[in-house]
């Protein structure tokens, strides 16, 4: 009886002395940063940079909508800016989902050797600095670049295209670097996908494109969806991307952020920016639980399994 | 029939070559553009030369003296000393701090579990910006100098996350009643922690700590807004350089960034794959 009670207390001292270094590092310098983001995003900015501790609603007035014209001037751009910045991740998604899917489907039916060969080069790029990566698109799209060499040297244009600096070079660019994000969710469930569902839907008479719409689509839906996830995340709320590839014509709400911290010095105003983003993506993901929970409870119930 | 099915899977093979060409081209174009003397026009190629490559390691010739490109390989070195001390110390930190709650969360019982794994999955869903303005703002309101403690402070928060889901999918593979049969036969709770559960994570907590290395060496956006004026990080200086810019040097930085990250990458793969 003693012997379990020091047992217990143990175990104890080796939890408490697991949990509370980092939880206190965390608690210090992840929480409480964030939760002074929050209380930023409510305040006035000073005039010369900093702020003044009084609630002030204005800065998300001036990007929702309201606005005191005595302060702050509602300016729709912001809204624009950021519907912009939402379409480019979308587009990054949907281009990373077509180029990902049958590159996943292709590995996925070798022999193990390859696969674990080929999948090891997908991954690799991914631990290539993006920075590095990012450099070799700029030397590709610039007007002297290498796509404008090759294609001027071929005869096929007279006069360099101009795609540097543009939504296509900063699509371009995101896709490139969030391909591998796309590319192991997928291959994940398309990966575990029976062959023998395939066939028995093709014996039983359906046509293959009946055969993908019905039933390697639906089955490979969490990974399309998770992929899709992972690369929208990141991709709304890039800021290099489209500082290198898109300079100052093609601004995202990262580049926005940015300025507000790093120019205008109007902390405020730059945290309620990035409130917007974080909001943005929760909506996201709260959906995303609902339609996975539904999911669940669809293929629990007896009656949709005895049709499959 | 059959041709038809040759010829389906011969086009998915034709496509994923290309998908393998769109992935590597870009990273090969950088490695044999970074041997091409051509000052004035990166891709248009004259000859083979070094030069770039004996500029970023401070010797001089010809091409170097005509137009000093790069600003100072001091502060390159500088930067990449940097970076190197800012992956270790974190790396360090956040191995120890991704274990501890990975552990703690899988092998004990407590009401505070929920709690935890939401903490270790949101830098997953928060985009790096909103994460480098928090950190910025708290530095600055407490008065911290921004220096290369901030970048290591900064790093450690999201990185102690990665770790954390690494060596917790180690976990859940491993076989529990290993350590009950510790227990039971007689070694104590650090002894059964140090001969049975240590060795068996370890894989898990290696791979965890070589991705955190990886990540913390490649971290722009929050380094980029938490670094100061004399703590610039080998990719922070390089999105400087290439924003003032693009000058051949970088294509031999980058070559010999490359280098380094395929090796640690093909490290921490050969070692998973003799495991398995």
Known sequence: MISSKTNVDRRRIMLLGLLVPPTLFLLVFFIVPLTIMVIYSWLEPGLYGGVVWNFYDLNYGRILGWADSRYEKFDPVYLAIFFKSVRLALTTVLICLFVCYPAAFWISKMSDTKKNLFLFLVTLPFFVSLIVRLFAWVLILRPTGFLNQALMGTGLISEPLQIIFTDTAVIIGMTYVFIPFMFLPLYASIEKLDMSLLESSSDLGATRLQTFRRVILPLTLPGIIGGSIIVFIPALGNFIVPSLLGGAKVLMIGNLIEQQFLSARNWPFGSALGMIVMAAILVLLVYYVKMMTREDRLARTPSIKEVQ | ?276
């Open chain 2, 1 to 276: 029939m059959k041709i038809l099915k040759v010829l389906r899977s011969s086009a998915l093979s034709i496509y994923g070559y290309f998908f393998f060409a769109f992935v590597y081209a870009p990273i090969l174009l950088i490695v044999v553009f970074s041997f091409n003397s051509n000052p004035v026009n990166m891709m248009i190629w004259e000859s083979f030369t070094l030069d770039w490559y004996k500029t970023i390691f401070g010797m001089t010739n010809a091409s170097s003296e005509s137009a000093l490109y790069l600003d100072s390989t001091d502060q390159l070195y500088a930067a990449v000393q940097n970076s190197l001390v800012i992956a270790l110390t974190t790396t360090l930190i956040a191995t120890v701090f991704g274990t501890s709650i990975a552990l703690a969360v899988a092998r004990f019982k407590f009401k505070l579990k929920g709690f935890y794994r939401a903490l270790m999955f949101m830098p997953m869903i928060m985009p790096d910006i909103v994460l480098g303005i928090a950190l910025l703002i708290f530095f600055v309101s407490i008065g911290a100098q921004l220096s290369i403690y901030t970048i290591i402070i900064g790093h450690c928060t999201f990185l102690t996350s990665y770790v954390f889901i690494v060596v917790s999918a180690r976990i859940a593979d491993m076989d529990e009643t290993l350590e009950e049969a510790s227990a039971d036969l007689g070694a104590n709770g650090w002894t059964t922690f140090r001969r049975v559960t240590l060795p068996m994570i370890m894989p898990g907590v290696i791979g965890g700590a070589l991705l955190s290395f990886i990540i913390s060496m490649d971290d722009l956006v929050i380094t980029y807004f938490i670094a100061g004026v004399d703590s610039q990080t080998l990719p922070v200086f390089i999105y400087g350089m290439l924003r003032r810019g693009i000058k051949p040097e970088i294509n031999a930085i980058a070559t010999i960034m490359l280098l380094f990250s395929i090796i640690i990458a093909s490290i921490g793969l050969y070692m998973r794959s003799r495991r398995n």
